[in-house]
């Protein structure tokens, strides 16, 4: 083994957001990993129906939709009207 080349890779505790942890070897820079989802909780292995919501992006997506729909009703409205005058 070539000196100097290699990526230090040694033994971390991976943590999941759903309270899971195990230990695995890694190269990452310190000695625990952070992760927001594994095979614990992801849907594909539960069998159980969620949304995957990763720093609030569905919520975020789901107040734009909410919000442009209210703005087309209100434009669809004034149009409406516009053409009883
Ligand atoms: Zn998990």
């Not at 999941?16 to 849907?43: M, Q, Y």
């Not at 209100?74 to 005058?85: D, W």
Request: glycine share 6%.
């Amino acid at each position: 083994m070539q000196a100097g080349i290699h990526p230090n890779y040694h033994e971390v505790k991976v943590m999941c957001a759903c309270s899971a942890s195990w230990t695995t070897r890694s190269t990452v820079k310190g000695d625990e990993l952070r992760v927001e989802i594994c095979s614990n909780c992801h849907p594909f292995f539960t069998g159980k129906q969620k949304l995957v919501d990763t720093e609030g992006r569905v919520d975020r997506f789901q107040k734009k939709a909410a919000k442009s729909k209210a703005l087309q009703a209100a434009i669809a409205s004034r149009k409406g009207t516009e053409a009883t005058q």
